[in-house]
T-cell receptor, first 113, second 113 residues
């Protein structure tokens, strides 16, 4: 079963606008990561936020984490056509010698020129 | 080029057949993860290997098996293929811990006809 759930499932905005995607999860996490996937390609790691952090920035990306609400948001500012992709949140788990990531189903973002 | 190499890129085969997907992790990464991505199920974790040993199993069918070799490359074997096995299969690698993110390969698109 999916740990993270992104919302919305799809988002279409005009170029230059900001895009916000949300992720909710169910259990305790060590960290939360966001990935981008261009159509049919591999996922690309964008940004990681640890459970003891509240906000993180990387270029035009801003991620927030609220562990009390078990939710995170990804903000892309000044969107560009090249930002069109699917965005996934992934929650980190560890235990029993294993550690890994559980992915949500993604938000499909379309930037209209 | 992400540093994770997956072959082949595309595979078309008939029901009942067996195929092997190959993955070479990024140089220095010890962990390999296999994921299956389909439209309706999203990104499903199959199995993790760390330095040659199986570390975690996800939703991997009994018809599927994997291994990681001494040179750290990994193979995913899919047998008695069914139409529903058609999907994108991704390999990802990470260092000692997934807490620094995964590096994904470009995937193998499997079509079962």
């Amino acid at each position: 079963s999916q740990q993270g759930e992104e919302d919305p499932q799809a988002l279409s905005i005009q170029e230059g606008e900001n895009a916000t995607m949300n992720c909710s999860y169910k259990t305790s996490i060590n960290n939360l990561q966001w990935y981008r996937q261009n159509s049919g390609r591999g996922l690309v790691h964008l940004i990681l936020i640890r459970s003891n952090e509240r906000e993180k920035h990387s270029g035009r990306l801003r991620v927030t984490l609220d562990t009390s609400k078990k939710s995170s948001s990804l903000l892309i500012t000044a969107s560009r056509a090249a930002d069109t992709a699917s965005y996934f949140c992934a929650t980190g788990y560890s235990g029993g010698g294993a550690d890994g990531l559980t992915f949500g189903k993604g938000t499909h973002l379309i930037i209209q020129p | 080029d992400s540093g994770v190499t997956q072959t082949p890129k595309h595979l078309i085969t008939a029901t009942g057949q067996r195929v092997t997907l190959r993955c070479s992790p990024r140089s220095g990464d010890l962990s390999v993860y296999w994921y299956q991505q389909s439209l309706d199920q999203g990104l499903q974790f199959l199995i993790q290997y760390y330095n040659g040993e199986e570390r975690a199993k996800g939703n991997i069918l009994e018809r599927f098996s994997a291994q990681q070799f001494p040179d750290l490359h990994s193979e995913l074997n899919l047998s008695s293929l069914e139409l529903g096995d058609s999907a994108l299969y991704f390999c990802a690698s990470s260092g000692q811990t997934s807490a620094y993110g995964y590096t994904f390969g470009s995937g193998t698109r499997l079509t079962v006809v």
